[in-house]
C-alpha cells in the first residue's frame, strides 16, 4: 500500500489514495499503521475516496480503529493531498465527510499549498444532537462531575462531539489520567472528544486535547473550533479568536451572522511510503 504521512499542527495521519489504492479492512489498518513502534505512527488512517455529492471524500479512522466524523487538521492535509499530488488544480474544493460537506480555500506557494482556510460549518449546540446527556436544550457552563472533582463544561458538536472545560493551568494536567474518563463519562453516549482551556486574553486561548479513540493529541482542528465558539458563547474571547495547541495556532472566526466557523491553518507532507499490509490480522 502506498501511503503519505502528514500532520497539522503535528496532529499526524497515514493518508492513502483511494483512487488508486484498495483498503480491504480500514479499522485493522488504522490500528496497524497507527502504531508508534511496530507501524508508521499516527493518530489515525484517513483514505482520500472519490465521492457522488462533492470533490472528495475524506474517510477516517482513529488509533484505535473507530470511525471518526471529522477532523480539521486532517481535512486540511486532503486539501494539500489532492492539490500537490495532482488530484486536482482547483484552489477551492469541497470534501465530503461523515460530519457533512466541507468547502475549503487553498493558499498555494511555489505550487505547494501553504494554508488552508476550511468552512466548517454550522456549530451544533443542542444537547441531544452533540450527544450530551442534559435536561437543558444546549450545554454551556454546566456542571459535571468526573473522578469526584465538579467541572463546567460547555458542549459543541463539529461533526463530532466536544466537551470545552476551563481550567487555570493546561500545562500541569495529568491528562492521561482524566482524560479517559471523560472520555468514557456515562453522559456522553458517544463518548467525546475534551479540550482543556486557559484563557490568555480576548483574542487568545490555549489548550491540550483528549481526542475520542487516539488520546492525547498534538493538535485537533475541530476541536479549536468547539473552543472558539465555546469562548465566545461564555463571553470570554471575541469573535476571531487564536488557539494555541502542543503544535501550533489555528485561527479561528465564528461569523455569528452566518452562523459558519472558519479555520485556518498549515498542512505539512512528512514523507511518502510503501508498507506490506497483507500480513495484518483482525
Known amino acids: 500500500m502506498k501511503f503519505t504521512k502528514m500532520h497539522g499542527l503535528g496532529n499526524d495521519y497515514v493518508y492513502v489514495n483511494c483512487f488508486e489504492e484498495k483498503i480491504d479492512n480500514p479499522p485493522a489498518v488504522a490500528r496497524f499503521v497507527s502504531d508508534r513502534h511496530f507501524g508508521i505512527g499516527s493518530d489515525g488512517l484517513i483514505m482520500i475516496n472519490p465521492s457522488k455529492t462533492a470533490d472528495f471524500e475524506m474517510e477516517m479512522y482513529n488509533a484505535d480503529g473507530s470511525r471518526g466524523e471529522m477532523c480539521g487538521n486532517g481535512i486540511r492535509c486532503v486539501a494539500k493531498y489532492v492539490y500537490d499530488y495532482g488530484l486536482t488544480d482547483k484552489t477551492q474544493i469541497s470534501v465530503e465527510t461523515l460530519g457533512g460537506i466541507k468547502y475549503l480555500d487553498l493558499t498555494v506557494e511555489d505550487g505547494k499549498v501553504s494554508l488552508v482556510k476550511v468552512d466548517m460549518g454550522k456549530p451544533e449546540l443542542e444537547a441531544d444532537l452533540i450527544p450530551i446527556i442534559s435536561e437543558r436544550e444546549q450545554v454551556i457552563d454546566e456542571p459535571i462531575e468526573v473522578d469526584g ?60 486535547v483528549w481526542e475520542r479513540g487516539s488520546g492525547e493529541t498534538l493538535a485537533c482542528g475541530t476541536g479549536a473550533c468547539a473552543v472558539a465558539v465555546s469562548s465566545i458563547l461564555n463571553n470570554l474571547t471575541d469573535t476571531q479568536v487564536t488557539v494555541k495547541l502542543l503544535g501550533g495556532d489555528l485561527q479561528i472566526e465564528w461569523d455569528r451572522e452566518k452562523d459558519r466557523v472558519f479555520m485556518t491553518g498549515p498542512a505539512t507532507v512528512v514523507f511518502d511510503g510503501v508498507i506490506d499490509i497483507t500480513e495484518i490480522k483482525e
Open 149 to 208: 472533582k465538579e467541572y463546567h463544561m460547555t458542549g459543541v458538536s463539529m461533526g463530532n462531539p466536544h466537551a470545552v472545560i476551563y481550567v487555570d493551568d493546561v500545562k500541569g494536567l495529568d491528562l492521561e489520567k482524566i482524560g479517559p474518563k471523560f472520555e468514557n463519562h456515562e453522559r456522553f453516549p458517544k463518548r467525546i472528544n475534551t479540550e482543556f482551556v486557559h484563557c490568555i486574553d480576548r483574542q487568545t486561548v490555549e489548550m491540550r
